[in-house]
């Protein structure tokens, strides 16, 4: 996996040339270079307000790191320590599962802003997907909203409850 130069991705991103942003965020073009180069390393406070005159805001999201769980038959479960979130973009595509996930009707297309397809792909990939297909085409938010409708195994279920049910509120311990 490549490192990304947030900098670099936000000013592409909104469009703007180095010197635009630069300006804009009161750096000069030269070290906007460097710092994007990573030959520079700008302060936290540099990078947030060149990063929010691009129109962004830096943010901290929880890292997806996933665990095996065995079962009594066949390919371990890996699930992960929080449900992972994808951009509006990727989570309501037009996607055309790998030959490993959709080995029996390939080359379909599933067009996830049809609630019945998502759920066919959330189901195929939970069921023969690894950390890498989780992490291209499960939403957790629209995990959450399908949970109750999807067909899985009673195993895959009960690994992956834990997380899209979260952990048991304070109050229903408490009753």
Known sequence: ???????KQAREASGLSQAALAGLSGTSRPTLSAYEHRRKSPTLG????IVGEAG????IEPRVEFREILRERGRPICVPN???RL???RALATVELPLHLNWSDRG??????DRQQRARVYEVVLREGGPSDVLAYIDGALLVDLWAELVLPPSIRAAW????????SPTAAAS
Do not use: H, I, Q, W
């Open 1 to 7: 996996m490549t490192e990304v130069n947030v900098l």
């Open 46 to 49: 540099t990078a947030e307000r």
């Open 56 to 59: 962004f805001d830096l943010t």
């Open 82 to 84: 929080v449900l992972p």
């Open 87 to 89: 951009s509006l973009g």
């Open 108 to 113: 379909r297309r599933y067009d996830l802003r």
């Open 161 to 168: 409850s834990a997380v899209v049910d979260g952990p048991p």
